[in-house]
């Protein structure tokens, strides 16, 4: 086992947590008697269960414990302009590449190639541009010469870089790179304008991959399906879903699922301004279900069509911005630790640099979390600044600034925004939580699921099934229990071994066993009589809690 490829060991952790959560009835693949439909899944019980008690502890911490907070539950159904004015009409997109062997598309970004060969191509590809800016266009054809002059600078780059020498087949492909400003449907148009397409074209690539990267992976990037290089022109995807309101389909009656849950928040922040009069700072919380279009959903729930989000817009005066990211910071590790009982030593804090930020942002903290399948992001905290508020006053022609009574300051609020993803902490939850060990001799795998998010605090079951006396006071002691904690299970299926693997294994941290003590038949130790058996899951050790305590004894592990 030492020598076992860790790749793969992940790999198998991630089938294993895949497989319990099917056969377990945590979560089902979508439309799954059809044969499913990617990037959506269907909750079960337990995974509903699980979802509500990370959802309930959220709204807890920053909702209902706090005093600067107000829910709201926007439709998902919004008008368009919202989407535009925050951008995501425009922007919100992946670029997206389909092999023209395959015809199979990918992320560019998930495909896989070494980041310093890119970076080398970009680099001299804006040097042919700026070039070619730089250009008289008068003389049109020899700005034709020296682009192809430009960009054979990048056939030495490649060669300086060692790779591979360069045949005449893939010299003449490169010149292709910068003849496409003549393809088919610029026909007819003069040369000034094929030359101009041609600057739009490498000065996009900056931005946005384009035509280079088409040259670039038809040299260096074979498809993950098919294995071969023949791919098309990557173009911007964007992720939003569209939908159609009403009969007539047209222009006017599109609109989207929507992307995110803030955009819910911000529409409505001058409602909550009139209707509660909040001073600054205050939040808006919501939590909430969110699309996206992925081109390639993958990893269980990790990256998903259908997602659930929980988010705050707080808002503040911007001098003090700072100071309020610092204690949602902390607030958001408390509810990684105490709330959700991941181990600290699994999440990090990346600090997107500012390259990677939004425009807008100030700045913005990643929280990672080591998944089976890798680092990848958690949770995000981004300092908005008003971008938001100031794109949907003007948007929407309505006034969105803020009145400081004590000021006489009119200003329009910054935003703090922490950003939860629902599924992505239920599959940091059952990473977290997913163990194997040896226990009386038998190997078992299980949940070691905090008892504040486990779907069952306790199960409760009779020693044995066809003993009337045990069942009655079993079934007594689970329905004042779930009366009192809710989250409790009645199970006598099998014998207490199975019952006890059984419950390890949804992540119940606590089995109450009635016994012929507990109900003082003949021969009994009579000083555990009105007591039961309560087993622990981490380590299997039992003890004797009086079934007058029992409730008050499991409600102190919640705390
Ligand atoms: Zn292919």
Request: hydrophobic share 35%.
């Amino acid at each position: 086992m030492t020598n076992e490829n860790p790749k793969e060991k992940e790999l198998t952790t991630m089938e294993k947590i895949i497989s319990l959560c099917k056969r377990r009835g945590f979560i089902f693949q979508g439309s799954e008697i059809y044969g499913g439909l990617a990037g959506t899944w269907d909750y079960g019980p337990l995974g509903v269960a699980l979802k509500k008690n990370i959802e309930n502890l959220w709204w807890k911490r920053f909702v209902t414990d706090r005093e600067d907070m107000y829910g709201v539950d926007a439709a998902i159904l919004m008008n368009p302009k919202v989407w535009k004015s925050s951008g995501h009409v425009d922007t919100f997109t992946d670029p997206l590449v389909e092999c023209l062997e395959c015809k199979r598309s990918f992320r560019v970004d998930h495909l896989e190639y070494d980041e310093k060969l890119l970076t080398a191509y970009k680099n001299a590809t804006q040097k042919a541009a700026a070039k070619l800016l730089n250009t008289d266009y008068t003389v049109h054809q020899k700005a034709f010469d020296d682009a192809v002059e430009s960009c054979d600078s990048i056939l030495e780059y490649v060669k300086a870089l060692g790779r591979k020498k360069l045949t005449e087949e893939e010299l003449s492909a490169f010149r292709e790179f910068v003849m496409i400003a003549k393809d088919s449907n610029e026909k007819g148009k003069s040369v000034v304008d094929q030359a101009e397409r041609l600057v739009s074209i490498l000065s996009e690539s900056k931005k946005f991959l384009g035509i280079l990267m088409r040259y670039f992976l038809n040299n260096e990037v074979d498809c993950p399906n098919c294995g071969k290089k023949n791919w098309g022109i990557p173009r911007k995807f964007n992720m939003m879903l569209k939908t159609q309101i009403g009969p007539v389909a047209d222009d006017d009656s599109i609109s989207y699922l929507r992307p995110e849950t803030a955009g819910g928040m911000f529409v409505n922040f001058k409602n909550i301004l009139d209707t509660f009069h909040p001073k600054l700072p205050f939040g808006m919380a919501q939590i909430g279900k969110a699309f996206r279009n992925e081109i390639a959903p993958r990893d269980f729930i990790f990256r998903v069509r259908e997602l659930e989000q929980m988010e705050i817009e707080y808002f503040v005066n911007p001098i003090e911005w700072e100071g309020v990211f610092e204690s949602f910071r902390k607030d958001m590790w408390s509810f990684i630790t105490d709330d959700l009982g991941l181990r600290k030593e699994n999440v990090h804090e990346l600090e997107v640099a500012d390259e990677d930020r939004a425009h807008y942002s100030k700045r913005t903290i990643d929280f990672e979390f080591d998944f089976p399948f890798g680092k990848k992001e958690l949770y995000g905290l981004a300092y908005r600044t008003d971008f938001d508020l100031k794109s949907h006053a003007e948007g929407s022609s309505v006034d969105l600034s803020y009145f400081d009574e004590e000021t006489k300051q009119r200003f329009v609020p910054h935003v703090i925004e922490p950003s939860f993803g629902v599924g992505r902490s239920i599959l940091a939850v059952l990473s977290n939580a997913y163990a194997e060990d040896d226990l009386g001799g038998e190997t078992r795998a299980f949940l070691k699921l905090s008892p504040k998010v486990a779907p069952f605090l306790v199960a409760v079951s009779p020693l044995l099934k066809n003993k009337p006396q045990l069942v009655e006071v079993a079934q007594t002691i689970y329905r004042d229990l779930k009366k009192k904690l809710g989250r409790a299970i009645f199970d006598d299926n099998g014998n207490v071994g199975k019952r006890y693997r059984r419950q390890d294994e949804i992540g119940t941290p606590f089995c109450v066993v009635v016994d012929f003590d507990t109900i003082g038949a003949p021969d009994a130790n009579p000083e555990f009589k009105d007591m039961v058996t309560v087993r622990h899951r981490d380590t299997g050790e039992q003890e004797r809690v009086k079934i007058a305590d029992l409730a008050n004894y499991l409600e102190a592990k919640l705390k």
